[in-house]
T-cell receptor, first 113, second 116 residues
Framework: DVKVTQSSRYLVKRTGEKVFLECVQD?????MFWYRQDPGLGLRLIYF???????EKGDIPEGYSVSREKKERFSLILESASTNQTSMYLC????????????FGSGTRLTVV | AQSVAQPEDQVNVAEGNPLTVKCTYS??????LFWYVQYPNRGLQFLLK??????LVKGSYGFEAEFNKSQTSFHLKKPSALVSDSALYFC??????????????FGTGTRLKVLA
């Protein structure tokens, strides 16, 4: 089974801190994604990557950046954390675009105080 | 605009009864359709998908879904609900875009509560 591992399940950070959320997948998937999940809003795409060193903005990229230096690792960076970035963050990967489903990590619940 | 709708925020069903969680979509071209389940404080898990062929697809944990092209729907069903099915369910569609890539669109989720 493909595994997508997110480094932290729960994280508490202070406003203004730089925050790194790490995601690693072990099945050589081309595509990786970062979503945030908020009640009533569903899943919103922050950034995605179809290849190493490649990134594309999703629907809500403001306040975030990403890094994909290796195929298996996709990092989400909050440059200066704010309270409105308190959320559940989900990383996902897929083999290819189109017909393949996503494999999700267990999520990181981030609280910014 | 391409979209996915899950019209019910919550569905309540008694244990042992059949359940249906509704999903409709609006995309151009032929869509690929998916259902995922999320248990509390966990990521989403893949349940099933429709790509082509038989309109009734079977997936994990006894779930199935029926693709209806004329109604642009992909409802999730199970003949007999279990209390352990209580979770958040997401419908998703993968649609080809004018930029030559696929866009994956999630519904807002439906909370299923199975009552003992």
């Amino acid at each position: 089974d493909v595994k997508v591992t997110q480094s932290s399940r729960y994280l508490v950070k202070r406003t203004g801190e730089k925050v790194f959320l790490e995601c690693v997948q072990d099945m050589d998937h081309e595509n990786m994604f970062w979503y945030r999940q908020d009640p009533g809003l569903g899943l919103r795409l922050i950034y995605f990557s179809y290849d190493v060193k490649m990134k594309e903005k999703g629907d809500i990229p403001e306040g975030y950046s990403v890094s994909r230096e290796k195929k298996e690792r996709f990092s989400l960076i909050l440059e200066s954390a704010s309270t409105n970035q308190t959320s559940m963050y989900l990383c996902a990967s897929s083999l290819q675009q189109g017909i393949y489903g996503y494999t999700f990590g267990s999520g990181t619940r981030l609280t910014v105080v | 605009a391409q979209s996915v709708a899950q019209p019910e925020d919550q569905v309540n069903v008694a244990e042992g009864n059949p359940l249906t969680v509704k999903c409709t979509y609006s995309v151009s071209g032929n869509p690929y359709l998916f259902w995922y389940v999320q248990y509390p404080n966990r990521g989403l898990q893949f349940l099933l998908k429709y790509i082509t062929g038989d309109n009734l697809v079977k997936g994990s944990y006894g779930f199935e879904a029926e693709f209806n092209k004329s109604q642009t729907s992909f409802h999730l069903k199970k003949p007999s609900a279990l209390v352990s099915d209580s979770a958040l369910y997401f419908c998703a569609v993968s649609a080809f875009t004018t930029s030559g890539t696929y866009k994956y669109i999630f519904g807002t989720g439906t909370r299923l509560k199975v009552l003992a």
